[in-house]
């Protein structure tokens, strides 16, 4: 019950924290929550994620590394391998914000488009390409019941466009009422990052123009 709330309790905790400091513009760094197994509600779950998304894309000075496609040690907390590897994204995003160096903060959702037998997203802030290791995972499609349907059968990073992920569709096109979403559920397999591992935030699910 709480899930619905999340945008403006969190808005609310930034504008208060920075008065607090006496800084408007103190920079916020935040992890977009990432896999659990367990007796979760998965549309609450995904709720937080894309709302954890849009306030870093919507709230001045806040920054978003994303912990979907990581290992975990147990039930909810991140491996202490990948700990690191989230922890050098934080310091990724800190050395661009607060210290100019140069490259992009990863890979956030552009666009969506209908494309030959299926669908091209599209994504910005991409550190040279995007990549992943063994077969690219973790998209589908949610029709118009709010249900997952099997509509991919193939996903893959379009090689002449560094930026970009070919998803084609069952039959081709998707049905009235059809979104896409990247990390459904509570414990999804994703792989798709850049080329300095800022991988791609959960997202959705989205409308397809």
């Avoid at 494309?115 to 994504?123: D, T």
């Amino acid at each position: 019950e709480a899930a619905p709330h999340f945008t403006r309790r969190f808005t609310e905790f930034i504008a208060a924290v920075r008065k607090d400091f006496g800084d408007p513009d103190l920079p916020f760094f935040q992890v977009q929550i990432g896999r659990v197994i367990g007796d979760w509600i998965p549309e609450c779950w995904e709720s937080i994620r894309e709302q954890q998304r849009r306030i870093a894309l919507e709230v001045p000075g806040v920054s978003l590394a994303t912990a979907v496609d990581l290992s975990l040690d147990d039930c909810i907390h991140i491996s202490t391998d990948d700990l690191k590897r989230l922890g050098k994204r934080l310091a990724h995003l800190a050395c661009l914000k607060l210290y100019s160096r140069e490259g992009q903060p990863g890979p956030q959702l552009c666009s969506i488009s209908r494309e030959n037998l299926g669908l091209r997203v599209v994504f910005s802030h991409v550190n040279g390409r995007l990549t992943c290791k063994g077969r690219l995972s973790g998209f589908a499609i949610v029709g118009a019941d709010d249900r997952q349907r099997p509509a991919i059968f193939s996903q893959k990073v379009d090689p002449q466009d560094p930026g970009s992920v070919i998803l084609q569709l069952t039959g081709g096109e998707p049905l009235p009422g059809d979104r896409v979403i990247y990390g459904p559920g509570l414990d999804p397999y994703c792989n798709l990052t850049d080329e300095a591992d800022m991988a791609v935030p959960a997202f959705g699910p989205v409308e397809i123009p």
